[in-house]
């Protein structure tokens, strides 16, 4: 019975990162998009709050999924290193190299 409650915890933490990991993705297009300086950098740090979000809360996901569940992920992740070395990418990939434009990291 815990088992199963923890399952159905974690699926709910997983549908939230998703729409976190969505809202992130929008606030950083948005940001791409906008001319103001000042409004970008309001999406840029909207869109850094959503990140973190969603690194606390897949931190929690993986101290409560079983140890079989965490050796399938290993084994996507090691799945997901190869074909992006082959030239596939994946749309968290393109999240996670994404930079602060200029006017952001060369502020004096």
Known sequence: ????????????????????????KQYIDQARQTADEVERERLLQTAEHYGRMVNEEQVKIDSQ??????????????????????????????DDEIGFPDFITNLK
């Open 1 to 24: 019975m815990q088992n199963k409650k923890n399952q159905t915890s974690v699926g709910q933490m997983i549908q939230r990162c998703h729409k976190w990991r969505q809202k992130r």
């Open 65 to 94: 999924r079983d140890p079989k569940d965490k050796s399938v992920e290993m084994a996507e992740n090691v799945e997901n290193a190869e074909n992006s070395e082959s030239g596939e990418t994946t749309e968290q990939s393109e």
